[in-house]
């Protein structure tokens, strides 16, 4: 396996601190932040250090170990819940934490010890929070290797993809979602070239995916969001490969702005279009689409390019920073669990009762 | 009259000079640059201090003016054409004034003095020629006025556009195309709000038009391309508006880069999309939209923004400049001679036999 390990990472814990690579900077600078408060977690997740649905779900899972010795599990898992809308990998992995320390609660209330939590009650809740991080880290990494492998299997030989917003080892724990499926066929001798999304506004696509590719020495081209119809047009494009922040019960799925846009064109060019997205970001819970709630950021980050302003003083700007793509023109959305085809509401539902491992070798 | 006309020029004829407006640097800093030579508008063209079909269309006709001073019409008729490929516009201008210079040309053979035209002749060639160039800016105003009025008629009460590029008076003689409709609306008290794409590469959107829409006060917002098809989920966009580089035989429509996705994106959403140009834009000696040259510009203008480096270095890009808009996805072409609606092969073939003016006041 230690051949499938990605050339970058985005987070690492530290037992005291958990370190994050600072994305704002990338690919200029390579600046590491050091966190050892859940609010600082908090803070970075909102201000984008650390971004990808997968990876704040780890990163706040970390930021609850922070918390639990701060003594602030409460407001940790609100505060870093309010930090991002949209991604529901961030309220699975909260719940998970939450789950553990709810057990120890028990546990001591149990022995009658509940308001007097001993310091070696503290230091095994720690342990236990801890452990569990590291499980939801580890099984981010394995599950991008199963999403590699089922997706790969999905695309024919000489494979052209075409991809949005930056999904592989800086959005996850490992190779990535979307990512993980180039890399995996790029591995299998099927990929032929990448076109690579800049993904206005906050170029996610030109700042850290040509990054990556660059790194797994993988051939791309890098293309204005707009270029994308041209050359579904003018180009044989096998697919489209996209990754999610949130999956509803219906397969609707929310992901960066520019996801919608791009399934639309698909589907005019009759190019399959593909969500790669662990378990963790399907929410049951959420009928259809039109319950994710949709984050509208800065208009800033419209008006400005890293800072420097391209429109005159006073313009006024809109950010939804995600849109819902429609099941309907979804072919197939690729999880750790298998590749599940619709009908989405029936087939994601009966996945979720087959447990975790059932396909995960299929 | 005076009320129409904009409050932005992209360029003036002095006499002895063609002064452009350098469109690279707004909306930041207000710079003209004086052209003396054929050139040196040659120069401008290629490397966009001046752009916008109609706008390229004049300053060539005026750079011919300076290539008569400067006894290089030959060549100059060359050279300016080969500035930029796609804008028909260009051609268009270009074939008035070699009218002209043959014209002159035949005279002179006629009287036997074609190998020695003195100093009096090449006066009233200039004078000609310069004659034929304001003529050629005067009906691009007026087209932009004739537009603008027939467009706005096809727009309801409280309108909702969405635009891409710039369109304006800095792309134009005058008001603009696409532009002048949203002007036109505005001034009839029909148009509620604007959505201006900011057009990557180049953020003509975001650089020329929100600077237009602003010092019309226009209200309006700024969005990534990459929001187009969210916004025309979820809000009620009453309409598409584009202007056009090149208008084929059947309607095939060549403009800006993402204009092709705005159109399959207004199909899928049964949003009206209408293309804006003057009658100059259209090309009947171009059967489809297959022979139109699609320019491929600079892959730094994808990888850098206004100098800024975006991406990994070493990273690659594509640049098509344009792309082209299938008939089938428009729903009527405004320009100066009527509101062209489907079949367009044979409704552009019927307008082109009218002439310029019978519907010109319909």
């Known amino acids: 396996m230690s051949q499938t390990l990605p050339k970058t ?11 994050l690579l600072d994305q704002r900077l990338l690919p200029q600078k390579t600046v590491w932040i050091t966190c050892k408060t859940w609010q600082s977690v908090a803070s970075a997740t909102r201000e984008m250090v650390v971004r990808g649905a997968p990876a704040i779900g780890c990163a706040a899972a970390y930021g609850v170990v922070l918390a639990a010795k701060q003594k602030q599990i409460p407001q940790a ?38 308001e007097d939590i001993n310091k070696k009650n503290q230091k095994s809740e720690i342990a236990a929070l801890e452990a569990e991080a590291i499980a939801i880290e580890t099984e981010d990494r394995l599950s991008n290797q199963s999403m590699g492998r089922l997706g790969s299997d999905l695309l024919p030989q000489n494979a052209i993809v075409m991809t949005i917003c930056n999904t592989g080892s800086l959005a996850t724990a490992g190779l990535g979602t979307a990512f993980g499926v180039i890399w995996s066929a790029h591995h299998a001798g099927k990929l032929k070239h990448v076109y690579a999304l800049e993904t206005r506004p906050y170029l996610q696509g030109s700042r850290l995916t040509a990054y990556e590719l660059q790194q797994e020495k993988i051939p791309f081209e890098l293309i204005t969001d707009s270029m994308a119809a041209h050359l579904m047009k003018t180009e044989k494009i096998s697919a489209i490969l996209v990754g999610a922040d949130r999956i509803a019960a219906n397969g609707d799925t929310a992901n960066k702005i520019g996801t919608y846009s791009l399934a639309v064109l698909a589907q005019h060019h009759e190019i ?76 994601l539902r009966l996945q979720h009762y087959r447990g975790p491992f059932s396909t995960l070798h299929s």
């Open 9 to 19: 990472k985005s987070f690492r814990w530290k037992k005291t601190s958990l370190q």
């Open 77 to 114: 898992l609100k505060g870093l819940l309010a930090a991002r809308p949209t991604a529901v990998n961030l309220q699975w992995a909260l719940e998970r934490m939450e789950k553990i320390h709810n057990n120890f609660g028990m546990q001591n209330a149990d022995c009658g010890i509940k």
């Open 272 to 347: 399959p279009f593909y969500v790669v997205a662990p378990w963790s970001t399907v929410d049951l819970r959420t009928p259809t689409g039109q319950q994710i709630p949709i984050e509208e950021r800065s208009t800033k980050e419209v008006l400005e390019v890293q800072g420097k302003s391209i429109a005159p003083k006073g313009a006024r700007a809109r950010h939804p920073a995600f849109d819902v793509t429609p099941s309907i023109l979804i072919r197939a959305i690729v999880t750790d669990r298998g590749v599940v085809k619709p009908p989405f509401s029936n087939n």
